[in-house]
């Protein structure tokens, strides 16, 4: 163990430095103390009535907390302090004692610290106190153990920064850790222990892999420990300093937390640690513009960075997922050895682990294998509501049908789990009933409807699918009497049991020209080289969306055919199951079921089959009130103008 360091994180009320502090706390595990807390009731309530502190005020106040201090040290132990500490004066009582006392000045804009202050309700500093606080305050002065840290970042970002500047000051990187650096022999790291961040820990661990684990909570880090400690060789970290000097270099670590800031912020974490030739994965469902962003920020510090899909749900994460990894070659033949070792494996023994492209096309890919699962499911919930809702059929054999198809060309993991789903059963009621039907989404499946909107890519079931789910829990719906679907016989329109399964792989075969049709935009537009076939064929197992007929689809796009020819090539069978799904669209309408994503695919099917389509007039309406032009049927040529205004 080190020397007891005192680290007082100093600033103006509004700096932020209790956040900063307490993320810096969960880092080292060090005592923590809010100055605030040490002032005697007298100054409390002359703060209360904006009456400025006085020297007097504030000399008894500083020897508490010096008190404080001093008996940690004795203890052996370091401490973090937030205090204004507005004088130099101040500061040397605060210094006096044994332990190095390095203090940590927030500064940054005045207007900003004005404006966090005002927007305070829960803090009894009145704003007006503000400017007597920057009137008071005493820039460190060079001989003083400190440094002044921008307050602009994240407090992710400022306590990185911070643990920087400490290592500078004390040159001692032991110094911000709880613990000894650990020796670097782990072999991989992962950062977020979470459910499935957990679950990929195991996993590669379960591989003989040695792997490193942190968590931004640490108190999680020693519940995994204790929970699965023994199922593999882990190193437990507690800051990001022991993490990273716990891998052997070049370093690889994944990182498994929720997409948006959290990843910015544990890069920022990070970072400062990392050197030249270090990999850092984000494997969770990011945005890829995000990742794009991300991987230019760490290549300009030499840093690879990958955006890797992981699918599978936690059970995928732990026993076999799928990967969709998105980086430079270089970095993806490192990881290469760890990423085939944990992934799921097809049917033919290929890895389920396949390295798609640079920068953002992982996360691309897993963004529209989401998109395509959002179509997938809406589909079987619809083709199950009209069976249970309009045509009466009990879940058990609604189940039984799932399960005969399962046999069938439609076999895939989401048609098997719906047909276990309405197995389960609970005080004598089927479980399914006592599921609410609002649907939740996390925001991918919004991303695949949008990047496909913006590449001009036809997308109607992804859009229509995530729709169902904003439509089951609109404010509309909550406002309207609730109607049941009414009862409708299955046989008025012809609806066989096959006729379902016709409409349900019809529908499929939409869903993914669809979904790949984006894909394939997406990386003639970033020049990513996607192979989609390869995409494909690491769908077939692991991930949500797997089933039998990804290997027809990897085979009619190998080469690099369009997306398209996944239904070009089934022309004869798509002619022949249309009467179906027709039917079907058709029987739910009349049975008053939404079909949001089978009549979706019904409409594309009729659009990109017919011989003349509606927008004819639409081209001509376009031309009458905006002289946009049009091209004809009857000669060659563009930009021709109709008599309209002759
Ligand atoms: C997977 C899943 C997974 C995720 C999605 C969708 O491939 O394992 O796609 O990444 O569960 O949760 O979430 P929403 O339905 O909540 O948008």
Redesign the pocket.
């Known amino acids: 163990m080190s020397e007891p360091i005192h680290v007082v994180v100093m600033g103006v009320s509004g700096s932020g430095k209790t956040t900063v502090a307490g993320i810096l706390q969960d880092r080292w595990g060090w005592e923590f103390a809010e100055a605030d807390e040490f002032h005697p009731q007298a100054n409390i309530d002359k703060m209360h009535a904006g009456i400025p502190l006085t020297d007097e005020d504030r000399a008894p106040w500083l020897k508490l907390i010096r008190e404080w201090m001093t008996s940690q040290e004795k203890a052996g132990k370091s401490t973090i302090v937030t205090c204004s500490a507005l004088k130099k004066g101040y500061r040397d009582v605060l210094r006096e004692g044994g332990a190095p006392v390095v203090f940590m000045h927030l500064d940054g804009d005045h207007s900003l610290l004005a404006s966090r202050l005002a927007a305070r309700t829960d803090h009894f500093m009145p704003p007006s106190l503000l400017d007597s606080q920057f009137a008071t305050l005493e820039d460190l002065t060079a001989d003083e153990l400190g440094a002044v840290v921008d307050i602009a970042g994240t407090p992710a970002e400022i306590a990185s920064q911070i643990e920087v500047k400490i290592k500078e000051l004390t040159h001692d990187s032991a110094r911000t850790s709880a613990v000894e650096p650990a020796e670097a022999t782990a072999n991989v790291g992962l950062y977020g222990l979470g459910v499935m961040g957990s679950a990929l820990a195991r996993n590669i661990a379960s591989r003989g892999f040695k792997t490193a684990v942190l968590n931004i909570d640490p108190q999680q880090t020693d519940r995994f420990m204790e929970a699965y400690g023994s199922q593999g060789e882990f190193v437990p970290a507690k800051s990001a300093a022991e993490f990273v000097a716990s891998l052997e270099r070049p370093r690889k670590i994944l990182v498994m937390v929720t997409a948006g800031a959290p990843v910015d912020s544990v890069l920022a974490e990070l970072s400062p640690h990392l050197e030249s030739g270090d990999i850092v994965v984000d494997m969770g469902?990011s945005n890829f513009r995000d990742t794009r962003r991300r991987e230019v920020a760490m290549r300009q510090r030499g840093l690879y960075f990958v955006g890797t899909g992981?699918?599978?749900?936690e059970e995928?994460a732990l026993t076999g997922p799928a990967l969709m990894i998105g980086g430079a070659d270089a970095a993806y033949e490192q990881l290469r050895p760890i990423f085939e070792a944990i992934a799921a494996r097809a049917e033919d023994g290929a890895t389920c682990a396949v390295h798609v492209g640079p920068d953002g096309a992982g996360h691309l890919t897993?963004t529209l294998?989401?998109g395509i699962?959002?179509a997938d499911m809406e589909v079987i919930a619809e083709i199950y509501h009209l069976l249970h809702g309009a045509f009466g059929r009990s879940n058990a054999e609604i189940a039984d049908l799932f399960e005969a198809w399962n046999d069938t060309e439609l076999r895939s993991y989401l048609l098997e789990i719906s047909a276990a789903i309405l197995r389960y059963t609970s005080d004598g009621e089927d479980f399914i009933e006592k599921v609410s039907d609002r649907a939740?989404?996390?925001?991918?499946?919004a991303w695949s409807s949008m990047i496909g909107i913006e590449l001009g890519v036809d997308v109607g079931m992804l859009v229509n699918s995530l729709l169902a789910r904003f439509a089951s829990a609109s404010k509309t719906r909550d406002a309207w009497p609730a109607l049941e679907v009414a009862p409708y016989p299955a046989d008025a329109f012809g609806v066989s049991d096959e006729s379902l399964r016709e409409a349900l792989l019809l529908a499929k075969l939409v869903a993914y020209t669809q979904g790949l049709g984006v894909i394939r935009a997406a990386s003639d537009s970033f020049e990513w080289g996607i192979d989609l076939a390869g995409v494909c064929r690491g769908w077939r197992a692991g991930?949500?969306i797997r089933g039998a007929m990804l290997d027809d689809f990897a085979n009619v796009l190998d080469g690099g055919a369009d997306p398209a020819s996944i239904l070009l090539s089934s022309a004869d069978l798509v002619e022949q199951y249309l009467p179906s799904l027709r039917r079907v669209v058709a029987a739910a309408s009349l049975a008053g079921a939404p079909s949001v994503a089978l009549g979706s695919a019904l409409n594309y099917l009729e659009s990109v089959r017919a011989d003349r389509l509606p927008t004819a007039l639409i081209q001509a309406q376009r031309d009458y009130f905006g002289a946009h032009g049009f091209e004809r049927v009857d000669m060659e040529g563009k930009g021709f103008h109709g008599p309209w205004h002759d």
């Open positions: 469902n992981t699918s599978g749900g995928g897993k294998h989401n699962e959002y939740g989404h996390k925001g991918t499946g991930c949500i």
